[in-house]
């Protein structure tokens, strides 16, 4: 098995060994809450893009206290293949979030009316979500360590959520409500140009955060 294989499994293994009991339940039960309380599509589809974010760190905690980079090299994994293989890790991570939210929060309400082409926008863009929050807190880890990084992890997803907030409070402006609803027209126009830009964008930021988990993770001593 190649290096990168017995990496991905070590992985999958210490997730779950968190990620069981009750932890296990915590997307299913949200979504199935958010879609019945709201009967929105898009706001359940959501909740999948926050799982991945959640656990980002839990690999990092449970390799600082079990010295588990010190396993990785005696078994002969590469550096490089434990940051490829973290971060590819949770980009399948996220897609199965996004999954099994969709699927029991569709099962839960039986959505009527439901535009199958707006369910899939939505879910789209919450894996796209999920890789741009949790390729950022992937980076923060490996740069800082967990002990460090958990906090500067919180603070760059408080600042995304906060970019958010930021628009929406920024659109009720009356002029720059008219430039968002412009923007939007198009957008919804050409949906292929919203997906491409989407794409691009967590494409530089999740490159970015590679580069660095790449060159800090070589530089570390363990």
Do not use: Q
Not at 92 to 100: G, I, P, R
Not at 110 to 123: C, D, I, N, T, V
Request: aromatic share 14%; hydrophobic share 60%; charged share 10%.
């Amino acid at each position: 098995m190649s290096g990168l294989g017995r990496f991905m499994r070590l992985e999958a293994a210490t997730v779950r060994a968190v990620f069981k009991g009750a932890n296990l339940w915590i997307g299913p039960a949200m979504a199935i809450l958010v879609a019945v309380a709201t009967d929105a599509p898009a706001a359940t589809v959501a909740v999948g893009a926050l799982l991945p974010a959640s656990f980002a760190g839990t690999p990092f905690g449970l390799t600082a206290r079990n010295n588990l980079d010190g396993l990785y090299a005696t078994l002969g994994i590469p550096r490089r293949v434990v940051v490829v293989g973290r971060f590819a890790f949770f980009a399948l991570f996220a897609a199965a979030s996004v999954v099994v939210v969709v699927s029991f929060a569709a099962a839960a309400t039986f959505w009527k009316g439901l535009s199958w082409e707006s369910l899939g926008a939505a879910a789209l863009a919450a894996y796209l979500a999920a890789c741009l929050i949790t390729f950022i807190e992937l980076g923060i880890y490996f740069k800082f360590g967990y002990a460090k990084g958990r906090f500067a992890a919180t603070a760059a997803v408080g600042v995304v959520f906060g970019l958010i907030a930021a628009l929406y409070y920024a659109s009720l402006n009356r002029d720059l409500a008219d430039w968002f609803y412009e923007a939007a027209v198009r957008l919804t126009v050409e949906p292929g140009l919203a997906l491409a830009a989407a794409c691009v964008l967590v494409a530089l930021i999740g490159a970015g955060a590679f580069w660095l988990a790449l060159a800090s993770y070589r530089r570390r001593d363990f």
